[in-house]
């Protein structure tokens, strides 16, 4: 009987709650979270629009800073490249401070690296402001810009973030002629000002991602709560008598059943016996400590009696497994035969623990614990995830320089610099659709997901190859209109392909894995495509490698469903031979 107390109070211990009690969020699926919807939309319209336009400065800045091509490419590549970078970063601090608080820091920080842009002295300094402090503010934002709304629906959220997503190419369409006409009035300087301006907007746009309360706990009965405290009670006393072998022969039986405090008595004294036998092994701090277990053992009781939520436990986007899953999750057979269940299976519930820690400790540990849990880097022993890391560093190289240097090709080959913003803008508007389409396309059960990703990705590259022969402003919108409508697949797909290679327990470590592949990528592609050009004196030779980057990256997934079917066949003679 004892025993049995024992083990009860020792599992109390690791689980604070009955399973049926535990707070897990349900989303309203609809309500405020179509304006969390309209918050995320204009992040992206302004974050984005102002990053994917920054081909409409390359001139401004090579005769500014008198700089190479090699150069800017690398400032624009890195403040990009810095925004991918930071996502396991921002990842760790959503599930620390949630998104409403690190969306409104992020865009300040974002929005102090453009304003001491305006006084650098050269292209070094800028790389530290426009392109390191600037990235770091705008991954900040854009991180929980996704997450909140994906936290918000569960039925309709492959609606839900695709109009979300959408403000990315909406924000391309106005934010490339825009720059060019506020560049011909005011300058670059006085661009970035009025830039920085609208960019502030998303602070009250972050402020809606208002965190959900998890639902009060159910009230537990007077009379359980009694006996659960005396079932605990009575399992530190075995706990003591396993620790000091003298209480055993101190203490007899029978006042195990004579009530609670007379237990209490003779255990102390019993417990005075032990120590003073054991050479003072345990110290008066332990005791202390003791203490203040049981009372907030106590107090944490009193709370979930009064059904009440714990403010600091509030519902947190970033403990849900499917958090980076943009697809209706109506298609996850598990969410299908039990929503219920399904939520609580994904969703992680920080547990209570007994031992005091110390604040500043803890504080300086759990974001870097919180990293760590966003990435895991025993995934790169997959052969599969492997592929498709690597396949995603050289889409990367190559996914950006359309958007970097189209513009300044433009005006090279004789065309006016507000053509060269139209070309953007066509290639925001054509992703828009591509988003869409391909999004709508990745439901259907019928589809082959990881075929149709890659496929897009051969046919981006191969367009990038053949743009040497658009020589004129036509066929340099065919192309641009082309180039974006399937690199909305790279965007749109990639957490979904990811789920269907790793399953979606796997999903946040493997995310954030790639979101520091595509970073890589980011930052080193634009550069060496400019160094390119600065050798070569013509832009051909930079969009050749560009898009044999791309084309690679897609071509060497389709190796993985051979890769699979060995792995499957390898693992079914193991279990044969076991």
């Known amino acids: 009987m004892v025993n049995e107390m024992m083990n009860h109070a020792e599992n109390s211990r690791s689980q604070p709650a009955d399973e049926e009690d535990l707070p897990v969020t349900k989303p309203p699926d609809g309500g405020w979270g179509w304006m969390v919807v309209f918050g995320s939309f204009m992040i992206h319209l302004i974050a984005d629009g102002m990053a994917y336009s920054f081909g409409i400065y390359v001139e401004s800045f090579l005769e500014e800073f008198r700089s190479t091509r090699s150069q800017v490419g690398f400032l624009g590549s890195l403040m990009l490249g810095i925004t991918w970078c930071s996502g396991p970063i921002a990842g760790a601090l959503t599930k620390k401070h949630g998104c409403r608080r690190v969306t409104i820091v992020g865009t300040g920080i974002a929005a102090i690296g453009f304003v001491i842009s305006i006084i650098a002295p050269n292209i070094y300094f800028m790389f530290f402001s426009f392109g390191f402090v600037a990235g770091i503010g705008l991954g900040f934002a854009y991180l929980p810009a996704i997450v909140a709304v994906s936290f918000y629906f569960e039925d309709r959220r492959s609606l839900a973030t695709g109009l979300a997503v959408c403000g990315s190419g909406v924000g391309t369409i106005i934010f490339a002629p825009l720059t060019e006409i506020l560049l ?46 005396d079932i605990q009670e009575k399992g530190k006393t075995t706990t003591n008598e396993r620790r000091y072998p003298l209480l055993e022969t101190k203490m007899p039986a029978e006042p195990m059943q004579k009530g609670l405090e007379t237990v209490k008595k003779d255990l102390k004294i019993s417990n005075q016996a032990a120590l003073s036998a054991s050479r003072n092994l345990e110290t008066s701090d332990n005791v202390s400590k003791s203490s203040v277990d049981k009372e907030s053992i106590s107090s944490k009781r009193n709370i979930n009696a009064n059904a009440e939520p714990s403010s600091d436990k509030e519902a947190n986007p970033m403990d849900r497994l499917d958090v980076f899953y943009t697809r209706s999750l109506l298609n996850i057979p598990a969410y299908e035969a ?96 591509g988003r869409i389409l391909f999004g709508f396309l990745a439901d259907f059960k019928w589809v082959n997901r990881l075929f149709l990703y ?125």
């Open 184 to 229: 011909e009035e005011f300058g670059w300087k006085g661009t970035v000002l009025i830039e920085v301006a609208i960019l502030l907007n998303c602070i009250p746009c972050g402020a809606v991602f208002r965190p959900l309360e998890p639902p009060r706990r159910k009230a537990r009965p007077l009379a359980d709560q009694a006996e659960g405290e």
């Open 454 to 578: 890659n496929t897009s990705l051969v046919i981006c590259g191969g367009l990038s190859l053949l743009s040497a022969v658009c020589n004129n402003f036509p066929s340099m919108v065919v192309y641009a209109a082309s180039y974006g409508l399937f690199i909305g697949v790279y965007i749109c797909l990639t957490p979904v392909v990811l789920v269907d290679l790793l399953g979606l327990e796997k999903l946040s470590m493997a995310f954030g894995i790639v979101l520091l592949f595509q970073g890589i990528g980011t930052i080193v592609g634009p550069p060496i495509a400019g160094a390119v050009y600065d050798i070569t004196q013509q832009y051909d030779n930079s969009f050749y490698l560009a898009g044999l980057c791309v084309l690679i990256s897609g071509a060497m997934l389709y190796g993985i469903p051979s890769i699979q079917r060995r792995r499957g066949k390898t693992i079914q003679s193991t279990e044969t031979t076991a």
């Open 338 to 433: 039990d929503p219920d269940q399904y939520r609580k299976s994904v969703t992680s519930i920080p547990q209570y623990t007994e031992a005091p820690v110390d604040a500043d400790e803890d504080n300086s540990c759990r974001i870097c614990s919180n990293v760590s849990k966003t990435m895991d880097c025993n995934l790169m022993a997959d052969p599969c995830f492997l592929l498709f890391a690597i396949s995603n560093l050289l889409t990367s190289v190559g996914f950006t320089v359309p958007y970097i240097f189209l513009p300044n090709r433009a005006t090279v080959d004789g065309m006016t610099p507000k053509q060269g913003a139209l070309l953007i803008s066509t290639i925001g508007l054509t992703n828009t659709i």
